[in-house]
């Protein structure tokens, strides 16, 4: 397990995710943890829905570092996905599947599907939830996009974009939550730790 530096001894729970969006934005909410990166199998399966494949990666992200670690912790697993014309977008192979992507959403509206789930310890009881933004984007030339390429922020985002770096300044609407486009939708976080009695900072263990 890997520890977040910047916690203290008295963790509410692990994040199975190495994004540091999303350690940003459970320290916005209060919360302290560490941190386990999963690993799963991030293949859709056949007839899969979007909203059916973030929800069993954020489960799956969960309960893998649940047993695997043997965590005497909630574990929080979250998965985000860019979705245009029913298509999934993950992240980009290279540079020019990247480039691909932007132009796909240079002036158009697509989905941010945001999902995130919390696994308890001992009986591995799971809640979830599920968060839907509309993002467009305004016309981008392909000039912006290979520079906005050139600075790396493109190649480990879903969708060939972050929110919260300089795609910023061509989403011209957004549609829901912010923070589920950056990857933890914090509304739905807050009220499934809640629900899972982990917030706030009242993780029963």
């Known amino acids: 397990m890997i520890l977040d530096p910047q916690v203290t001894e008295h963790d509410d729970l692990v994040l199975a995710s190495a994004s540091p969006r999303r350690r940003e934005l459970l320290r916005q909410i209060g919360m302290r943890f560490r941190v386990a990166p999963a690993e799963v199998d991030e293949t859709v399966k056949d007839g899969e829905e979007p909203g059916e494949y973030v929800l069993r990666l954020a489960r799956e992200k969960a309960l893998s570092i649940l047993r695997r670690d043997q965590a005497l912790l909630p574990v929080l697993g979250a ?22 992507m932007l132009g796909r959403l240079s002036g158009n509206t697509h989905q941010v599907y945001s999902a995130v789930a919390v696994a308890l310890p001992g009986e591995e009881r799971v809640f979830d939830r599920l968060n839907i933004t509309r993002v467009t984007f305004a016309p981008l030339e392909p000039e912006w996009i290979q520079a906005y390429i050139d600075t790396g922020d ?11 770096g300089h795609a910023a300044e061509r989403i011209s609407r957004i549609e829901g939550s912010f923070s589920g486009v950056m990857g933890l939708p914090l509304y739905e976080t807050a009220q499934l730790l809640e629900t899972a009695r982990c917030y706030p900072r009242a993780c029963s263990h």
């Open 79 to 100: 998965d985000t996905s860019v979705i245009l014309s029913g298509e999934i977008l993950g992240k980009p192979a290279d540079r020019a599947e990247a480039a691909d």
């Open 154 to 164: 493109p190649m480990d985002k879903a969708g060939a974009y972050g929110v919260q």
